[in-house]
């Protein structure tokens, strides 16, 4: 077979369809004409039914919204703002904003499980923090200081190496 007897026609969700064929090589003309009344109205649902699933795929492809914060790398120093519900002395539960910062020490996963490693050294303690960069409970981050590295995992860091980062001017 040539390669315009294999044509293939992609539908507007991304799927291949291959166009049927005979034996010949001739694609057939539509078959509802030679069938009765019944085999056309079955066709008519199915053919209802399949342009209404093509247009809830278009809306929720609409709604799609690109993922936030693609341009974090190991190695940045950033400022992680985290909205936190907390009580108060009354019991009165409330948002407040607390800002996290230190050095990015890994990327990892891919589009909405993306997650990043944040550690900072607080009273001689090292503390990391993971973060989910699609979570509504990260506000923003603040990108302070760019840090030349040559490893996408920073783990060296945890034992005190800080000195072997050059930033970036």
Excluded at 10 to 21: F, M
Excluded at 49 to 62: F, I
Excluded at 119 to 143: A, F, N, T, W
């Amino acid at each position: 077979m040539s390669d315009q007897e294999n044509k293939k026609n992609v539908t507007e969700i991304g799927a291949v369809v291959e166009k049927p064929q005979g034996a010949d090589g001739v694609i057939p003309s539509d078959q509802s004409e030679t069938k009765g009344a019944e085999g056309s109205q079955s066709e008519n649902k199915a053919e209802d039914a399949v342009s209404a699933a093509l247009e809830e795929t278009k809306n929720a492809q609409a709604t799609v919204v690109a993922l936030p914060h693609r341009d974090i790398k190991p190695g940045m120093s950033v400022r992680v703002h985290e909205v936190i519900k907390d009580l108060n002395a009354k019991g009165e539960e409330r948002e407040r904003v607390q800002v996290f910062e230190g050095v990015v020490l890994g990327v990892s996963g891919a589009g909405i499980q993306r997650t990043m490693t944040v550690r900072k050294v607080s009273g001689g303690i090292g503390v990391e923090k993971i973060y989910p960069l699609s979570s509504p409970h990260v506000q923003k981050i603040e990108v302070v200081k760019q840090y030349r590295t040559r490893r996408s995992k920073l783990w060296f860091l945890r034992r005190g190496f800080k000195r072997r980062l050059q930033e970036v001017i």
